[in-house]
């Protein structure tokens, strides 16, 4: 029969568990740089110890892989020697978990609240600007975009309550910001639609505010922004050199942020890499989270394919998804535009979608001339080398052989391409990517000594880099 927990036993095991977890922390924070430990280590919160087992929350699956890739020694020696050789450290994800306990209180509560009449939702003497098809329901979630999205959505939860505030979005075009920033505003309007919440870009703003000189309102003008639960302004980096704007939108800046109101924002650099922007606005933005968006990866964009064929009614093979992401690989808003001109040319011919149509729009569409090198030509380099069949590496084969080979594959795959370790894992057997990691280490460690598979890997890569050339 199982243990029964009493309440002060439940409270001791959380009580260990936050001790446990300082003692763990303290000696982390003498092994790392003191901007790793804030970043990586301080967000991860104790959960309960069982006596062998330490649990901990993590914000998202990016902390734990992040974390296992560039710490797992670290953190391995931290655990053995805090909680000895049998002690061992469990991730559970904060989002998925607090998603969870949401969904138990709604049904529990709509099981028990009487019906009441709905209250008419409260009329605004504005619009917000925001766009409503962009959700976090549809936005696609990568790991080159984890971060953001996991701060966007704490956000959106809480506004002004987190410390990402302001929060500060940035990326290359057409990546995903705007749809991510007005993701936060909708949500906030969903959980309280008697905030003000308003979008805007910077341009918009300062042709706003030029129109109030001209008529002799910038009070008005100040007193409305000011006035907002919520403020998200894209692109801010068309404020560059708009010296009276941003004279403006400091004092607004400074409102907001003293009244514990949410300020997003986004643009195309970092807040130091704005150059012609006043100091104390700079230094303003970096109080909050400054997080980027990073072009998305294979597996990414084939799910952002996905979706999209899905949402225009279409279901294209998993060869064609694949051949066009593996193709387009710039941003998210290119890759949409591949599909939208595949759709237009088939319509247009009144041919259904083949192979050849999609290499003929791909051609047509694809800004980087460069072949990118692919997991499957890398896979199929190294099994024609030690002469194995592929599929041979995604099965559960032990023999020395083919485990090196594997590992070879995996370890040219992170080099030689964005894939993430998930991505790579999923194409070997739907591996885990810890397994990823243990090859990665394994073959460094190995070609540091053993020069003889130094060699054997550097042909392999030159094979696949001229194959893709």
């Not at 303003?284 to 899905?310: C, H, M, V, Y």
């Not at 023999?399 to 894939?419: C, N």
Request: aromatic share 8%.
């Amino acid at each position: 029969m199982d243990k029964i927990i009493t309440s002060a036993e439940k409270i001791q095991i959380e009580k260990d568990a936050k001790d446990i977890w300082k003692e763990c922390l303290s000696f982390i924070k003498e092994n790392v740089p003191f901007i790793t430990y804030n970043t990586w280590f301080l967000p991860i919160k104790p959960s309960e110890f069982d006596g062998l087992t330490l649990k901990v929350f993590v914000p998202n699956n990016f902390f734990i892989e992040w974390i296992e890739e560039h710490y797992n020694t670290l953190i391995n020696r931290t655990v053995t020697q805090v909680l000895g050789d049998g002690g061992k450290l469990l991730y559970v994800i904060l989002e998925e978990k607090e998603q969870h306990d949401q969904e138990k209180t709604q049904a529990k509560t709509e099981q028990t609240k009487p019906v009441a009449a709905a209250n008419p939702l409260p009329q605004k003497e504005f619009e917000s600007g925001l766009i409503p098809r962009y959700t976090f329901d549809n936005f696609i979630k990568g790991e080159g975009n984890q971060l953001a999205r996991a701060a966007s959505f704490a956000v959106g939860e809480n506004p002004g309550q987190t410390s990402f505030n302001p929060l500060f979005i940035y990326g290359g075009v057409g990546l995903g910001k705007t749809h991510l920033i007005h993701s936060i505003g909708n949500k906030i309007l969903e959980k309280s639609p008697e905030k003000r919440v308003i979008y805007l870009s910077s341009d918009a703003f300062t042709v706003e505010f030029v129109e109030a000189i001209q008529a002799n309102t910038v009070n008005d003008f100040s007193n409305f922004y000011k006035s907002m639960d919520a403020l998200i302004i894209d692109d801010i980096q068309f404020l560059v050199g708009k010296e009276k704007t941003q004279d403006l939108f400091f004092h607004i800046f400074n409102t907001l942020h003293q009244s514990g109101k949410q300020i997003i924002l986004s643009s195309d650099r970092p807040p130091k890499d704005l150059k012609g922007l006043s100091d104390r606005l700079v230094s303003r933005f970096l109080w909050g989270l400054q997080t980027d968006i990073q072009p998305p990866d294979l597996e990414t964009r084939i799910a952002i394919l996905t979706n999209k064929s899905k949402s225009y009614g279409i279901n294209l093979s998993r060869e064609i998804l694949e051949y066009i992401a593996l193709n387009i690989t710039s941003n998210i808003r290119e890759l949409e535009g591949c599909l939208v001109k595949l759709l237009a040319n088939a319509s247009l011919t009144s041919i259904d979608i083949n192979f050849e149509l999609v290499k003929k729009t791909v051609r047509e569409v694809s800004t980087n001339k460069q072949v990118n090198v692919s997991i499957e030509s890398i896979t199929k380099a190294v099994c024609e080398y030690f002469e194995i069949e592929e599929n041979k590496l995604r099965e559960k084969n032990r023999r020395k052989e083919v485990v090196l080979a594997r590992q070879i594959a995996m370890f040219l795959s992170k080099q030689l391409t964005k894939s993430s370790l998930k991505t790579i894992g999923l194409h070997f057997g739907g591996r885990d990517h810890s397994t990823v990691i243990h090859a990665q280490s394994s073959i460094e460690d190995a070609i540091k000594t053993d020069f003889k598979l130094k060699e054997t890997i550097d042909s392999i890569k030159s094979k696949v880099e001229l194959t893709a050339a």
